[in-house]
């Protein structure tokens, strides 16, 4: 069935995937190990959390969204099996199922204008993007169901291009392009600012670093858009004279975003040298959304 066309553009994400959580303890074993508030599935009807070592350093991020009997997580495609390991281990004696259910749903991302009701399209979960307003909505369809997502909800093809091109303008990182799974920390890639972590929940897995990041005055490393003035190439270094202080992630032509210790760049401004990214001058930009400070103050111990 097809709805009419809204205009909103429609990016199916094959490098996602997803992990289902059900039974009756299911919503208790997430609220004890993830960085984000479970209890705000009442209200709105998906998450933005993370799942990170003992340490604090970022594992997995996901989605959580409800689901029938359960919560679906949308994960990274390769990750997702592992978040279902781990998670695995979390359970011990709690009443939960978990399940690596990634060959069954296709993620997508939609933007542009609203998606038509998406009533049309059975076995489909459409939800604003929990991250930032600005970005949209996602969604999970029945892998059978993927041919015809775009007509189903009223939305136009998009590529997976298209979707980074936009979430690279607003500044949003993304898990394993922007930042390594397994070495950084939630503040670093931005959770604090995009609603991937709760400060007021109680205890989660690697909490107590993340507490007492937040309480520093500064964090000094971060994922920042950049604008260059030549085309990117992901993976390169960032360089503040012959001191490496970054490296770049994702981009779109000359639009991209990269890992930085932002004190480094702000004494490299002050110095007036410039940022060069694989022989590319490059100049920094805070997202709209952004609370930090470009030029974080001096902190001792800060990251």
Same mark, same amino acid.
């Given at each position: ?16 995937? @997803? ?13 004890? @190990? ?41 994960? &990274? ?17 709690? #009443? ?83 930042? &390594? ?11 604090? +600012? ?6 007021? #929940?109680?205890?989660? @897995? ?37 001191? @490496? ?9 000359? +639009? ?14 002050? #110095? ?13 930009? #805070? ?17």
């Amino acid at each position: 069935m097809t709805s009419p066309s809204t205009g909103a553009r429609i990016a199916l994400l094959a490098d996602r995937g @997803v992990v289902r959580v059900a039974g009756e303890d299911a919503s208790r074993l997430l609220q004890g @190990v993830i960085t984000a508030d479970m209890e705000l599935l009442s209200a709105q009807p998906a998450i933005h959390a993370a799942l990170l070592t003992p340490q604090g350093k970022i594992l997995f991020d996901f989605f959580v969204l409800k689901a029938p009997g359960g919560f679906l997580l949308e994960t &990274a495609a390769d990750k997702a099996a592992d978040l279902a390991k781990r998670l695995t281990m979390y359970k011990l004696r709690a #009443k939960a199922d978990i399940q690596d259910r990634s060959a069954a749903y296709r993620a997508f991302a939609a933007w542009g204008s609203a998606p038509a009701n998406v009533g049309a399209a059975s076995e489909t979960h459409i939800f604003p993007d929990p991250r930032l307003g600005a970005l949209g909505w996602r969604g999970l369809t029945g892998a059978r169901l993927v041919s015809g997502i775009a007509s189903a909800i009223g939305g136009l093809d998009a590529s997976p291009e298209d979707y980074h091109a936009h979430r690279i303008a607003l500044g949003v990182p993304e898990g394993g392009k922007d930042y &390594a799974f397994g070495d950084t920390f939630p503040h670093e890639a931005d959770l604090d +600012q995009l609603n991937g972590v709760s400060f007021s #929940k109680g205890c989660f @897995v690697g909490q107590e670093v993340v507490s007492r990041m937040q309480n520093r005055a500064s964090v000094r490393k971060r994922v920042v858009p950049v604008a260059a003035e030549a085309t990117l190439t992901p993976g390169v270094e960032v360089r503040a004279c012959a001191a @490496v202080i970054g490296t770049v992630g994702s981009v779109s032509g000359t +639009q991209g975003l990269a890992l930085v210790r932002l004190d480094r760049a702000a004494e490299a401004a002050a #110095k007036g040298d410039r940022l060069m990214a694989g022989g590319v001058a490059i100049t920094l930009r #805070k997202p709209q959304w952004a609370t930090f400070d470009l030029a974080p103050a001096a902190t001792a111990g800060a990251s």
